[in-house]
Structure formats: C-alpha cells, structure tokens
C-alpha cells in the first residue's frame, strides 16, 4: 500500500492490513519530499524504528540536481537507526536490485524467514555500514 503521507486515514483501519515494514520515500530533488518525511516521522510508533522503517533515497544519479545533502538523509537514518538507500529508478538494473532488497527486507520483517528477526537484520547492516 502507499500513503503520500502519514498519519494513514483513520477511516479504512479495520480494512487494513498489517504493517511490516515503512520505506519512506525521498525525491532527492525536491525538499518538500524530505520536510513531508521528516513531518511523517512522528506519526510511526517508536517500535517499528527496531528494524522496521528504512529511507530510500531516489534521484541520486543527478548529482548537479540535488535539492538535498545526501548527508541530511544519512543523519536521518542515524537518528532513526534506520537503514537508507540510494537508488536511480531511471536506470533498469539499479530499479531491479533495489526492489530485490526491499522484497528482502520486507520478508524479513514480516517473519518469512527463519532465524533472522527485523532488529538483528538492521543491526548486521549497521554494522556493514560502520566498516
């Protein structure tokens, strides 16, 4: 499901269905799309930051139409202990592996795959990431 923004309509909630994982979306040549993310954040319940919620930053091919610093976002997801990811969505193979890693993410925080949790999943990336 999509939302352009949280909170989620309070209307449609017994219709809808668990949530297992939040990709917050952000245009990196707009800074309306990171002030709507930033102003999203405080609807998410503390919990879903364990593993649940990541940043996928879209539009980093254009380095000369950059909007926003690269570092705000990286700062965001520190903050939120929340993993980010930097696509160009024009270029096929790119689109492709990074639907992949979301799949991924999303089968392991909804419990699909065995022994590894949402936190301990973050956690490894984090620590990836440090190195």
């Given at each position: ?8 309509p309070?209307?449609?909630d ?6 297992d ?27 879903f ?44 193979g790119?689109?492709v ?35």
């Amino acid at each position: 499901h999509i939302a352009t923004s949280l909170p989620l309509p309070s209307e449609r909630d017994h219709l809808r269905p668990r949530i297992d994982l939040i990709v917050f979306m952000i245009d990196i040549k707009s800074k309306y799309s990171l002030r709507n993310v930033e102003a999203s954040l405080a609807y998410v319940d503390a919990s879903f930051f364990l593993g649940k919620v990541c940043f996928l930053v879209t539009g980093v091919g254009r380095v000369n139409a950059c909007s926003i610093d690269t570092n705000a976002v990286c700062k965001l997801g520190e903050t939120y202990c929340s993993p980010v990811l930097f696509c160009e969505l024009e270029l096929e193979g790119i689109r492709v592996v990074t639907a992949q890693r979301l799949v991924r993410m999303l089968q392991i925080c909804a419990g699909h795959i065995p022994g590894v949790s949402a936190l301990s999943f973050v956690s490894l990336m984090r620590n990836s990431d440090d190195d």
